[in-house]
């Protein structure tokens, strides 16, 4: 056999194993002096964002308009996705973790799809619950540790300084792998007297068999309930 | 059922007979000549048959719209801006500018949707959902003034010259609660659509600079980025 045949098995079974979790182990934060703002990526009051959606599952796109409406006081989030026409497929909100589907046409009115975007949408919009962990990893990263190992940990990895203002968010399984990942683009506005950084642009991954991800692009964002 | 309310149109007959009348009558005769054209035009709303007689003369309609997408919760309404051509027998090219550009295309019974990212065009299967194969079907039985053939809609003409279409069925019903389609003073031609889902909840496309039987590019519901 060629080496060129190997080479392709070789990518084949790369590509195979793309869909699996990735596995990181939490290693212990190594303790440092400066306290991160670990709520840097939510917002503080209640906004309206409307973006535009392509879900990518496998080689496929779909196409959708977005509105988040968030409520950090009510531990809130409102998703509505329509699609480009107007019309809309989902409107559904979580709050306090507890789903509830306000209208939701076929594919999204399978009860699992409902509550899995409501759960991507909390993890990027609502700031987890409790006092996080803070440190620095082995890559450096410094990071904001919310939960418990066992029943998952979500990881908040702060906009470093003004120059490199992206975020990230990953989310890890009891086992240890990374479930969803959230990273933004740099570009975008600071809101909130400069506590908010709202990106133009973020993308989040969802890994295994199923893997899908979510590409959004901000058209506007609104602060409301003023 | 009238294109006018009845209230309406022998106002309008009475105030242009007294034009006519008046002594003015030659500063103003541009302006009566237009009015008149619009009652005799007006007239190709009353019916089922003369609405499809008016819709039968028009070969190709191509147009600018702006869609308007309202909600109860929106702190400002949905808006985005395209343009629309549609050729007889039920070809539609529905491309948007802005505020994400994409190509809309349904032709001999194929809707294909692409949209452009970063410079790259990239296909759309989300187009193949149930609500976007609903609207395109209708498109073109709207533009052929074929509001009854529908199997998916009961349509009515409402008492202000509007087509009404309310879903036949309940899944249907589910997403749209009625949609109301004015018709233009311009026989065979559609002003605009409004989709109305629920209580506040809808989206309008309002047409303007409407072309008819202009000649397109043979490519153009075939042939995408």
């Known amino acids: ?39 840097q990526p939510f917002a503080k009051n209640q906004w309206q964002f ?17 509105v988040i409406t968030v409520d950090p006081a009510a531990e809130s989030v ?45 993890l990027i919009f609502l700031s987890p619950a409790g006092p996080p962990e803070t440190g620095r990893t082995g890559s450096g990263d410094i990071v904001c540790r919310f939960g418990a190992p066992q029943q998952g940990i979500v990881e908040v990895v702060p906009a470093r300084d003004r120059s ?39 993308t989040l991954t969802a890994t295994g068999s199923r893997g899908y991800r979510l590409h959004f692009r901000c058209l506007s964002s609104t602060r409301i309930g003023l | ?56 003369k028009i070969e190709s309609i191509q147009a600018d719209f702006v869609q308007e997408k309202h909600l109860p919760f929106l702190v400002k309404p ?41 410079g790259a065009w990239i296909e759309d299967v989300g187009v193949k959902m149930a609500g976007m194969q609903v609207v395109m079907t209708q498109i073109s039985q709207w533009m052929s003034g074929r509001f009854t053939d529908s199997t998916d809609f009961d349509a009515r003409i409402a008492d202000d010259g509007k087509v009404v279409l309310t879903p036949g069925n ?23 659509v409004k989709v109305i889902e629920g209580d506040d909840a809808y989206t309008v496309w309002a047409f303007k600079n409407i072309q008819t039987n202009k000649p397109f590019k043979p490519t153009l519901f075939t042939v995408v980025p």
């Not at chain 1, 080479?7 to 306290?35: A, D, Q, S």
């Not at chain 1, 975020?167 to 506005?189: A, L, P």
């Not at chain 2, 009015?35 to 007006?42: G, K, P, S, T, W």
């Open chain 1, 1 to 39: 056999m060629s080496r060129f045949s190997w080479l392709i098995i070789c990518l084949f079974c790369l590509g195979g194993c793309t869909g699996i979790p990735r596995m990181v182990p939490l290693y212990p934060l190594e303790t440092i002096l400066e306290k991160p703002d670990c709520r």
């Open chain 2, 170 to 192: 309940k899944a249907l019903s589910r997403m749209i609660r009625r949609i109301e389609l004015t018709l233009s003073d311009r026989p065979g031609v559609v002003d605009s």
């Open chain 1, 78 to 122: 409102r998703c509505t996705l329509l699609t480009l026409e107007g019309l809309v497929l989902f409107d559904a909100r979580l709050t306090r973790g507890k789903p509830e589907v306000i209208k939701a046409v076929p594919p999204f009115d399978r009860p699992a799809l409902a509550t899995g975007i409501l759960t991507d949408v909390g």
């Open chain 2, 1 to 56: 059922m009238a294109a006018w309310p009845e209230p309406v149109r022998p106002g309008i007959i009475i105030w242009i007979k007294r034009i006519l009348r008046s002594h003015r009558c030659h500063r103003v005769f541009p302006g009566t000549i237009l009015a008149l054209l619009v009652l005799i035009c007006a007239g190709w709303t009353k019916s089922w048959t003369s609405i499809q007689a008016a819709a039968e």
């Open chain 2, 78 to 118: 949905l808006e985005s801006t395209g343009r629309f051509y549609f050729k007889r027998p039920g070809s539609v090219r529905w491309e948007y500018v802005s505020p994400l550009k994409s190509i809309l295309v349904s032709h001999q019974g194929n809707t294909r949707r692409l949209v452009e990212e970063n």
């Open chain 1, 164 to 202: 490199d203002r992206s975020w990230q968010i990953r989310k890890y399984d009891e086992n240890g792998r990374v479930v969803r990942e959230v990273v933004t683009g740099t570009s975008g506005r600071w809101e909130g007297a400069e506590t908010l950084f709202i990106p133009d642009t973020f």
């Open chain 1, 50 to 66: 409307v973006h535009t959606i392509r879900m990518e599952t496998g080689r496929k796109a779909s196409f959708f308009s977005g």
